[in-house]
């Protein structure tokens, strides 16, 4: 069987976790199958990847259109493949496109739903309802959709009611125990000047509306004196976003020492490390229907304290591996919380607990690491999508 994989994302051009997922997906599935992937982007050195770039007449145009040109030479190249499978709205209408030409299969990994993520328009513009028209198109005609979580499938039916449910798949993203696993080398809090001695709360995310930073810096101004702070941060969506986390940094420093902002994509190795050193890691999304970034700090035998939203429940067991803080949304389709200075109160308790209490701290961090051995492995997730592909070939040629 012949699979081409279709994405936006792929190393070293990673940014989120649907590239890490692609990443890691396409490493199990060459073990099992012939496995090509297109993604967007320059032009990689890796056999069996083809990269595109946006056509040059599209250059000045919205940037979803742009990435709409590139889907349609994607699919043109898909030629002589027995199933495509796109991620990410970017390359969903590659699949789309890829399965009418081609009289293929075309599975979908969903991995958010645009229109649960209205924030997007400040930084899109027109080009977030073509990006929501993009996932949509493709999702109602695809001949199997693959959820990250349970949550993520319910938001599915929700969001797109003539999906049938029966096409719709729970394979939860997985985890690399070796890639991730407890690293006591200090070289990375060598290098930014972290207190090993001291304790340290770790963010690790994007800048974006999304992964709710701004509310952890809130909660901040509740934490113990003596905690540090250390935030990885990625790309801003948008200015303004940026704006807002600059201002809440510095307004945190004012009154507290030990906030460390690392701004860009870390290597592996600092990442595992600073994993490793921190006492709790801190996911404050107000929207995830996974979070990957859970189960490398679990891997890592991190205690994690998470927003109870989408699918992070069904990886942070609340009380064994991590804790959870309840989240309540605006019904006005922000995502943003309906009491913003009780969910920041409510992170900053936990954080508290597990601070004061390192022997409990610790036993989450071990079991957290078992967990994250025993139930998300992404051989498990390969074999589990072969399988959905072969059904949905063998549907295909009925």
Avoid at 46 to 63: S, W
Avoid at 159 to 184: K, Q
Avoid at 200 to 209: A, D, H, M, N
Avoid at 357 to 363: L, N, S
């Amino acid at each position: 069987m012949r699979i081409d994989l279709l994405t936006r994302e792929y190393p070293p051009e990673v940014y989120g976790g649907a590239g890490v997922h692609v990443a890691e997906l396409t490493r199990g599935l060459r073990r099992l199958a012939d496995v090509q992937v297109r993604c967007l982007g320059t032009a990689r050195t890796e056999p069996g990847v083809d990269a595109y770039e946006p056509p040059a007449r599209l250059a000045a145009a919205d940037a979803a259109l742009g990435f709409l040109g590139a889907d349609a030479a994607m699919a043109a190249d898909c030629a002589g493949t027995d199933v495509v499978h796109s991620h990410t709205w970017y390359a969903n209408m590659a699949g789309n496109l890829a399965s009418l030409l081609h009289g293929v299969p075309h599975i979908m990994t969903l991995h958010s739903l645009e229109p649960l993520r209205p924030w997007k328009a400040e930084q899109l513009g027109g080009g977030y309802a073509l990006s929501c028209w993009m996932e949509r198109t493709a999702a109602q005609s695809a001949s199997a959709l693959i959820a990250v979580s349970a949550a993520m499938r319910d938001d599915i039916l929700r969001v797109y009611p003539d999906v049938d449910p029966e096409r719709v798949h729970v394979i939860h993203n997985g985890i690399d125990p070796e890639a991730y696993r407890p690293d006591p080398r200090p070289d990375a809090l060598e290098r930014y000047g972290i207190d090993p001695d001291l304790p340290i709360v770790l963010f690790v995310g994007r800048v974006t509306r999304q992964k709710g930073l701004p509310h952890l810096l809130r909660a901040a101004f509740g934490l113990r004196s003596d905690v540090q702070l250390v935030l990885c941060c990625g790309q801003p969506d948008t200015p303004e976003i940026a704006a807002e986390v600059a201002e809440l940094v510095e307004e945190l420093r004012t009154v507290r020492d030990g906030v460390f902002r690392i701004d860009g994509m870390l290597d592996q190795d600092s990442v595992r490390q600073l994993l490793t050193h921190a006492t709790v890691f801190v996911c404050p999304s107000v929207y995830e229907p996974m979070g990957i970034v859970n189960l490398e700090a679990m891997a890592c035998g991190t205690p994690v304290v998470a927003s109870a939203v989408g699918g992070i429940p069904e990886v942070v067991d609340d009380g064994v591996t991590g804790l959870l803080v309840a989240f309540e949304a605006r019904d006005d389709a922000t995502g943003e919380p309906v009491d913003p200075d009780k969910f920041a109160a409510g992170l900053a308790e936990a954080v508290n607990d597990l601070i004061e209490d390192r022997g409990r701290a610790a036993a989450l961090g071990a079991a957290g690491r078992a967990r994250a051995v025993e139930h998300f492995s992404w051989d498990k997730v390969a074999e589990r999508t072969l399988e959905v592909y072969r059904e949905a070939v063998s549907a295909h040629r009925v």
